[in-house]
């Protein structure tokens, strides 16, 4: 039987404080958790509904009832796993490659997403702002399906890092150059921006070169979501 005390701990590590108190996260799915174990991450606790789900052994796997889980979980229908693993301490920021910026999205499905866009094309590194939605958010880590391992995400001052850069900045704009005529150079950044304001002034002023993805339709859509934005300018960008 899983303790009261022990069943607060996983439920409060659902907030961000939290998770950087103890730095550990939780991530709930048998997909997602057996993706997780089989990764570089750090695992600290298993919790299982059924001990046959993974064929799990080891001090780290845990036998619970559902009823347990159900009051661990974030979830409102647990799926019968629930994992905890260590934050692991972030890689240097690498500029050898593309690397995506982030300026202040708060979403966290947008995020999640655009960390498995990231593996999907092969960016290594995804610079977050500071105000950018914690990327060990259980809704973050729902949208990435395992992604989150493979990818190096960094937070910190956009600007800072932006006015100090050694490789093309690029952004993405409503009135930017449209993103078929533009033949991108082998590393840079991309800033993409939040969901309702897009790039920020202070960020705009640092960005050589706006970007943009022509519309073809009536002018009836206003913008385009920010992780869709980013698959499609992530692809021109691979095209080369």
């Known amino acids: 039987m899983v303790v009261k005390s022990q069943i607060k701990f996983i439920k409060n590590l659902q907030q961000k404080k939290y998770r950087t108190q103890n730095k550990l996260f939780v991530v709930e799915g048998i997909k997602t958790v057996r993706e997780l174990l089989n990764s570089s991450l750090k695992v600290y606790k298993v919790y299982v509904t059924d001990s046959t789900v993974l064929e799990l052994e080891g001090d780290f796997v845990e036998v619970i009832s559902e009823g347990e889980l159900k009051k661990m979980s974030g979830l409102s229908t647990p799926n019968k796993v629930l994992g905890v693993f260590h934050i692991p301490v ?11 910026a982030l300026d202040d999205v708060r979403d966290p499905g947008n995020l999640g997403t655009i960390i498995r866009l990231c593996d999907w094309f ?3 590194t995804l610079l977050c702002s500071s ?11 729902q ?3 395992g992604s989150i391992s ?23 704009f409503m009135d930017g150059t449209e993103v078929y005529k533009e033949k991108f150079p082998k590393k840079g950044i991309l800033v993409m921006g939040n969901e309702a304001n897009g790039v920020s002034e202070a960020i705009e002023a640092l960005i050589g070169k706006k970007i943009s993805i022509p519309q073809f339709g009536p002018k009836t859509t206003e ?18």
């Open 90 to 100: 972030p890689g240097p920021l690498d500029f050898s490659d593309w690397v995506i």
């Open 223 to 240: 913008s385009l979501n920010v992780a869709t934005a980013t698959a499609i300018l992530l692809n021109e960008i691979r095209r080369g």
């Open 143 to 145: 949208a990435t399906m």
């Open 150 to 172: 493979r990818v190096n995400i960094v937070y910190g001052d956009l600007q800072r890092i932006l006015s100090n850069s050694e490789v093309p900045v690029y952004g993405a």
């Open 131 to 141: 105000n950018s939605v914690d990327s060990y958010n259980p809704k973050v880590l």
């Open 122 to 124: 092969g960016v290594k």
